[in-house]
């Protein structure tokens, strides 16, 4: 009988401890479950962690990129370089200021933009570059930070998948002007729901923090309505002086991050070990190409994508995927690059073969099931069972 998971792997899942829950509980049991302590706890937690000054805790991911977007000043007539290989969100956070998307190839190394990709894209409208550490794999950081100096551009780093690598011994985190991290239960870490930018300019701080609560300026040092001298102008006063959002993540959620953070680690090796053992167990395959992380950075192993040698096999990728699923493997493909989504060939007149680097990756995509609560014979299982399905696949 060839080898079926009953119930099926997924791709990603969270790893809750009671740790977690004892955390949770405990703030139902208090008077703040939001805007309480959790959120500058937690946000201290990371910011220390990563070794940046100032980190703001958000709603989700994507709340954070478009904060961090609405913060380096995106809005109409202005550009943002993003890679066309990436979740919505990256680009969805551009197109919500009133911005527009520039989309960038990839590297096919690092799978994320680099200063070749992103260099000959650069105009005057030009004011962010939002690179993707894919599947936790960090950019060529250094190489871009050159580009953005140069051309004084902003840096926001979408790491919604790399909390935990590190690029030249730095902190992913640390590398942007910007970074933007997703708490999503298939993430690093989980919140359930959540994000947070972090940076080590106070004044984007300030600025994420009122895009986050609907622009509210609190502190009268910076009021500048004349409203503000009036007799009536009490302790409730405060101004609205640029548009804002509910962005806000509550101490629940927060809590949870908090307790999640302590794992970190325990998270990352785990993921890491876990990858190595598919890569050692595939190195010998002529059907498989794995993935490969440069020597000078270490991965979060967000994802685990192999690609397939079409070449070498008379199924298509979709016949293996479905072949896959009907194996009990939650196999996933991340992602069909944007360009190619009918939104953005509608706006840009984007088509295939535009980002060749990208397609061609696309194409041959399939994400195997790593989260850290896989075993060794969880790994053995899903090799066992991809072997089989492309042995029946091979020409
Ligand atoms: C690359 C990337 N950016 C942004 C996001 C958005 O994060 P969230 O789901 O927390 O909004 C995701 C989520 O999967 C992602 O993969």
Known sequence: ???????????GHQSVDDQDVAAVESVLRDDWITQGPRIPAFEAAVAERVGVGHAVAVSSGTAALHSACLAAELKDGTKA??????FGATAAAVRLTGAEVQFADIDSETLGLSAQTVEPLVTQETKAVIPVDFAGQPCDWDDLSEIT???????????????????MARNVGSLADMTCFSFHPVKAITSAEGGMVLTDAESLA????????????????????PDKKSEDAGPWYYEIQDIGLNYRISDIHCALGLSQLNKLDIFTNKRSALADRYTAAFADSELIDTPNVKADRSSAWHLYVIRLKLKALSWSRRQVFEALRDRGLG?????MPLHLHPYYRLRYGHERGDFPIAEAYYDAALTLPLFPAMTERDIDDVVEIVM????????
């Open 388 to 395: 089989d399905v492309l042995g029946a696949a091979r020409r």
């Open 149 to 167: 100096s140069k051309h004084g551009i902003t840096s926001i780093a979408d790491a919604a998948h790399a909390l935990g690598a590190t690029y």
């Open 81 to 86: 370089i993003v890679p066309t290989l990436t």
């Open 1 to 11: 009988m060839p080898k079926t998971r009953i119930p099926p792997l997924p791709y």
């Open 206 to 225: 300030g600025r994420l923090r009122e895009v986050r609560n609907h622009g509210i300026v609190r502190d009268a040092a910076n009021h500048s309505s």
């Open 331 to 335: 196999v996933q493909v991340h992602y």
